[in-house]
T-cell receptor, first 114, second 111 residues
Framework: ETGVTQSPTHLIKTRGQQVTLRCSSQ?????VSWYQQALGQGPQFIFQ???????GRGNFPPRFSGLQFPNYSSELNVNALELDDSALYLC?????????????FGSGTRLTVV | GNSVTQMEGPVTLSEEAFLTINCTYT??????LFWYVQYPGEGLQLLLK?????DKGSNKGFEATYRKETTSFHLEKGSVQVSDSAVYFC??????????FGTGTSLTVIP
């Protein structure tokens, strides 16, 4: 059984640019969530996708957007990058019926905005 | 609202010492509670969970009991090893589609 895989592992972007991060969910998982983890902080919920629809969103501006594909993989897009967007972005997958039993997290994408 | 407060670190212990990391929470409804562990350069791994009051989660020698009366979910281990060095996050989920994490507690175990 494969886990959650994210790409790329590291990325450096310039302020104002756009970035796309990718996530392949664990086999059999149909729910994907994205979290932002700033240095020294706990992860903060960005949004969740279930059956290709957004199913909850945290306190992040609209320039953070996402997609989920029929194979349950997902993308996180961030427009007009700001320096404060520098963080580890974590993707997590779960079976919709078992959300309260925890997620499987990927290793993350480390985004640096300069 | 929902929030998690964790004991601040860093925590440094000698091998075989007893570990406690405190976690208290505020939640609407009846949350499930979790401990996640993050090793350097990696994502989060689920360590243990408890889905209702008085449940005890356990894994790899770690334990935590869901105490509704004190709104706590403290992590304990009787004898830590060097390999336990990591950052530990307490988390809750009320609705299932959003987890609320604490700020993390860094643990270093020295031989």
């Amino acid at each position: 059984e494969t886990g959650v895989t994210q790409s790329p592992t590291h990325l450096i972007k310039t302020r104002g640019q756009q970035v796309t991060l990718r996530c392949s969910s664990q086999s059999g998982h149909n729910t994907v969530s994205w979290y932002q983890q700033a240095l020294g902080q706990g992860p903060q919920f960005i949004f969740q996708y279930y059956r290709e629809e957004e199913n909850g969103r945290g306190n992040f501006p609209p320039r953070f957007s996402g997609l989920q594909f029929p194979n349950y993989s997902s993308e996180l897009n961030v427009n007009a990058l700001e320096l404060d967007d520098s963080a580890l972005y974590l993707c997590a997958s779960s079976l919709a019926a078992y959300l309260n039993y925890g997620y499987t997290f990927g290793s993350g994408t480390r985004l640096t905005v300069v | 609202g929902n929030s998690v407060t964790q004991m601040e670190g860093p925590v440094t212990l000698s091998e075989e010492a007893f570990l406690t990391i405190n976690c208290t929470y505020t939640a609407t409804g009846y949350p499930s509670l979790f401990w996640y562990v993050q090793y350097p350069g990696e994502g989060l791994q689920l360590l243990l969970k408890a889905t209702k009051a008085d449940d005890k989660g356990s894994n790899k020698g770690f334990e935590a009991t869901y105490r509704k009366e004190t709104t706590s979910f403290h992590l304990e281990k009787g004898s830590v090893q060097v390999s336990d060095s990591a950052v530990y996050f307490c988390a809750l989920s009320s609705t299932g589609n959003q987890f609320y994490f604490g700020t993390g507690t860094s643990l270093t175990v020295i031989p």
